[in-house]
């Protein structure tokens, strides 16, 4: 399953960046990740992980690890991830225009054993769930531009 999405989103590029090199520090009440922890705390470089606990329905969850596998501070975030029946990479680019910015997320997410049998339904939920995510980051970060980022 591949996926290359974008959002244009009025902040600076850095702010954008610094958002995802941190996202952890942005869970909001209600997301579907309600527990997200990076290893080690600190400046993300190549070999930061994140587990994230994600709810796929009530009283059903799943973890995911994710590790960075290639930064570019201010506009390149690379990572490799994994969880029950899954793998895959993302790759977060940021590019700067007029006012502020465009985050792309390119993904591949390759299903694995009994996770292959359901691949159609799974990429038909997930890509307006990837796009959902990225207008939630965008609407965030705006809501915030008279305030700087934590």
């Known amino acids: 399953m591949d996926?290359?999405?974008?959002?244009?989103?009025?902040?600076?590029?850095?702010?954008?960046?610094?958002?995802?090199?941190?996202?952890q520090d942005y869970i909001q009440p209600g997301s579907p990740v309600p527990e997200m922890e990076k290893i080690p705390a600190g400046p993300t470089t190549v070999g930061t992980r994140w587990r994230e606990l994600v709810r796929l329905a009530p009283f059903l969850t799943m973890t995911v690890w994710s590790e960075v596998t290639a930064i570019e501070p201010g506009w390149r975030l690379e990572l490799s991830f994994r969880g029950p029946g899954m793998t895959g990479w993302i790759l977060y680019s940021i590019e700067p225009n007029e006012g502020g910015?465009?985050?792309?997320?390119?993904?591949?997410?390759?299903?694995?054993?009994?996770?292959?049998?359901?691949?159609?339904p799974v990429d038909r939920m997930l890509r307006p769930r990837i796009t959902e995510r990225l207008e939630a980051i965008r609407d965030g970060l705006e809501r915030q531009a008279s305030r700087p980022l934590a």
């Open 101 to 120: 910015c465009v985050l792309r997320q390119r993904e591949t997410l390759t299903p694995h054993g009994p996770l292959r049998l359901v691949a159609g």
């Open 3 to 23: 996926y290359d999405i974008s959002v244009t989103i009025r902040r600076p590029p850095e702010d954008v960046f610094a958002f995802l090199a941190d996202v």
